[in-house]
């Protein structure tokens, strides 16, 4: 069974960061690409960045091209989304996603002064 776990969010005021953690199980996660989407209110679901499987390929969405960084360790088995310089409209929640069909619980970023 695959599964995704995310970590790392919480509330942080504008300009501060965040390491967004997504451990992951059952699947070889080496072999698979990887990516962040996340749910802001009012607004349609955005994918925020995707990472090849081997971590060369790296994709971003204009929002946060510059400001966020994407990675993974594939001797942990776990994903990451380093948040930089970040703004409240990046508010939302982030999901960890595998392909179209698995996704994590979620965790919620909040950024407000």
């Known amino acids: 069974e695959v599964q995704l776990v995310e970590s790392g969010g919480g509330l942080v005021q504008p300009g501060g960061s965040l390491r967004l953690s997504c451990a992951t199980s059952g699947f070889t996660f080496s072999t698979s690409a990887m990516g962040w989407v996340r749910q802001v209110p009012g607004k349609a679901l955005e994918r925020v960045s995707a990472i090849t499987s081997g971590g060369a390929g790296l994709r971003y969405a204009d929002s946060v091209k510059g400001r966020f960084t994407i990675s993974r360790d594939n001797a942990k088995n776990t994903l990451y989304l380093q948040m930089n310089s970040l703004k409240p409209e990046d508010t939302g929640i982030y999901f960890c996603?595998?392909?179209?069909?698995?996704w994590g619980q979620g965790t919620q970023v909040t950024v407000s002064s």
């Open positions: 996603i595998k392909g179209i069909a698995n």
